[in-house]
């Protein structure tokens, strides 16, 4: 009996401190890499809103966290790098353009850059929660204190998940023509699971959603002009005009690329990609680092005419605060 119960035990105990040691490791790895002590490591506030608190992260370990959040951990390595540039360029830029708005805090959803703590990513990942944190590391680490600039100036690094095979102009969804925000191809997102959807709604839905009355018992005319990225422009639903943006936001779609197709009292809408189609595309990113390109070359195919500065260069009044 004590030969049953003592071996086993010899046997797990070796792995178990094996185990706990790796853990120790690598929690001290990361902590290193962030530690508030490194010039570049400003602190990020972040307003979480499940607390409606503030977390004050340094400024690595804020894209850490945003990375982690923000794209699959499965992807390519060379992906997760332009991610984590895009990332931290998209803070540093916040952070220069309310550096004095004391009350202007960074989100944790959408609105910003969605961004999970410690306690979460271990509850979403569980054992693999430090393998995953080391991955991550190892990507934002090799792009540590890098930005994307546009004539000396940090960019809006704009991202989405999946492009309906072009990326959109700034101005064809938002107001402004912003020069390094340009329509370009990217194929490599037909392999993403989002790249196509349908969502289907009864016509009062739709009234409800739009704010409008629409005509009954008989077909419902539809005209849709297109920017040069194939995504509705403007669309003429009844006697009533909407942008594209506006009827993928009151609508809920994924995209603001759909087609429409009335089926008796019901209005289907196929849609192609996910996200606003502006800037750098995760999938397309992902399926580009699968043919093996860097993640400077990834930059600088979906961000036109930039370059890669050092934080310190482009934003001294921040890394001296």
Do not use: C
Not at 72 to 96: C, G, H, W
Not at 118 to 142: D, F, I, P
Not at 201 to 210: D, G, N, P
Not at 276 to 289: K, L, T
Request: aromatic share 8%; net charge negative.
């Amino acid at each position: 009996m004590f030969v049953i119960i003592i071996i086993p035990t010899l046997i797990v105990a070796p792995y178990a401190k094996e185990n706990i040691h790796q853990s120790i490791q690598e929690e001290r790895i990361i902590d290193e890499f962030t530690d508030e002590a490194d010039p570049l490591a400003l602190t990020v506030s972040v307003m979480r809103e499940s607390t409606n608190e503030i977390e004050s992260v340094p400024l690595e370990k804020y894209v850490i966290h945003v990375l982690a959040s923000e794209m699959p951990i499965d992807f390519e390595m060379e992906a997760l790098k332009a991610q984590s540039l895009a990332a931290r360029t998209y803070i540093v830029n916040y952070l220069l353009l309310h550096q004095d708005d004391s009350n202007s805090n960074i989100t944790d959803t959408t609105l910003h850059q969605v961004y999970k703590n410690e306690t979460e990513l271990q509850e979403q990942w569980g054992a693999k929660y430090h393998a995953n944190m080391q991955k991550l590391t190892e990507a934002v680490e090799s792009t540590k204190g890098q930005i994307i600039t546009y004539q000396e100036q940090s960019i809006t690094a704009a991202y989405f998940s999946t492009s309906n095979g072009y990326t959109e102009n700034s101005e064809d969804y938002w107001e402004n023509e912003i020069p390094y925000l340009r329509s370009v191809e990217s194929p490599w997102d037909e392999d993403s699971p989002m790249f196509l959807d349908q969502e289907i709604f009864t016509i009062e839905e739709v009234e409800t959603a739009l704010g409008v009355t629409l005509p009954k018992n008989t077909t419902i005319p539809i005209e849709i002009t297109r920017t040069n990225s194939n995504r509705v422009k403007q669309i003429n639903i009844g006697d009533h005009s909407f942008s594209g943006r506006d009827i993928r936001e009151k609508l809920a779609l994924k995209s603001n690329d759909f087609t429409i197709k009335q089926n008796h009292d019901h209005l289907v809408f196929t849609t192609k990609g996910y996200g606003h189609g502006v800037g750098m595309s995760q999938y397309g990113a992902n399926g580009m680092a699968k043919e093996g390109k860097t993640y400077d070359e990834i930059i600088k195919h979906y961000y036109q005419n930039i370059e890669i500065s050092l934080v310190n260069e482009i934003a001294p009044t921040l890394v001296s605060k």
